[in-house]
């Protein structure tokens, strides 16, 4: 997980201070606590056996309502650790090890879901639909000049901005079966299980057209975006093998876009 403040950091983890004792935010590099908060508990220091999963380190003391967990994260580029302790585990069962994956799994500032998801979850997506009749649709979003618009009007801005597209794609696809990821940076995977191409196609045109319309406010003037996107259907006869091969295509139609003007959908 990359934050690029403290405050971008202690924002993403307020859902967790129901399930946690103490939530503590460590840097690593200079061996000083960066935040923590608390709770009164009586909590013990214990010797402790450490289990991995994923990135995270569940740490589990011979005292056993508590568990510990250690998440390594990065706050503008500085290595830091985020550490969780909950006092009884048992009385919130699999909630704490949900909100856990959900932490992992979550871009912190849109609130789509990350990179470390589209690794995950897009590889079995595609082996559903390798192993049966139906359609995976794939749209691959940028957004037009964005750099400029962060370099006009500040990173503030451009993550406010970034947020509202980001909610944008969450209406459009709320009653669809499928999910949306910010890639990186301001590009955007939209996967959508059992939609066929000429369905997709009427959605990505949703959201080109949604984005266009939609105004920006800031202190003067209003600003007004386009997005390009790319849209790939794949299916059980498909000569498409791999996530890598899949990204590289979208990415051949996302060029495509932009070289023909912008503000398009390549199929």
């Known amino acids: 997980m990359n934050y690029k403040n ?3 950091a202690i924002a993403s983890l307020q ?5 946690y004792s103490t939530i503590r935010i460590y840097d690593t590099g200079y061996n000083r606590i960066l935040y923590e908060n608390k709770k009164s508990n009586g909590l013990k220091e214990a010797a402790e056996t450490t289990l991995f999963f994923q990135e995270a380190a569940f740490c589990i003391p011979k005292q056993k309502d508590t568990l510990e967990i250690y998440i390594p994260l990065s706050i503008n580029g500085q290595p830091c650790r985020l550490e969780l302790i909950q006092r009884n585990k048992k009385e ?3 909630d704490v090890l949900h909100s856990m994956q959900e932490l992992i799994i979550t871009d912190s500032l849109t609130n789509l879901y990350n990179r470390r998801f589209i690794d995950e ?3 079995k997506d595609l082996e559903k639909t390798y192993q049966s009749n139906n359609p995976l649709s794939l749209i691959y979003i940028d957004i037009d000049y964005f750099k400029e618009i962060n370099d006009h009007y500040g990173h503030i801005i451009g993550d406010l901005i970034l947020k509202e597209i980001a909610s944008t794609f969450l209406q ?4 669809k079966n499928g999910w949306a990821a910010r890639y990186g940076g ?3 995977l939209l996967c959508l299980p059992g939609i066929s191409r000429k369905s997709s ?3 990505a045109n949703r959201i080109r057209l949604a984005v266009e319309e939609k105004t920006f406010y800031s202190v003067n003037p209003v600003i007004k975006i386009t997005c390009s996107l790319g849209l790939l259907t794949v299916h059980k006869s498909s000569n498409v093998h791999t996530v890598n091969e899949v990204i590289e ?3 051949r139609k996302l060029y495509q876009a932009k070289k023909e003007g912008r503000n398009k959908v390549i199929l």
């Open 6 to 8: 403290l405050n971008q």
């Open 15 to 19: 859902m967790l201070h129901n399930f």
């Open 92 to 94: 919130y069962g699999d």
């Open 121 to 123: 979850q897009l590889p």
């Open 172 to 175: 459009i696809l709320w009653r």
């Open 186 to 188: 301001d590009e955007f």
């Open 201 to 203: 196609i009427k959605i």
């Open 249 to 251: 295509l979208l990415d």
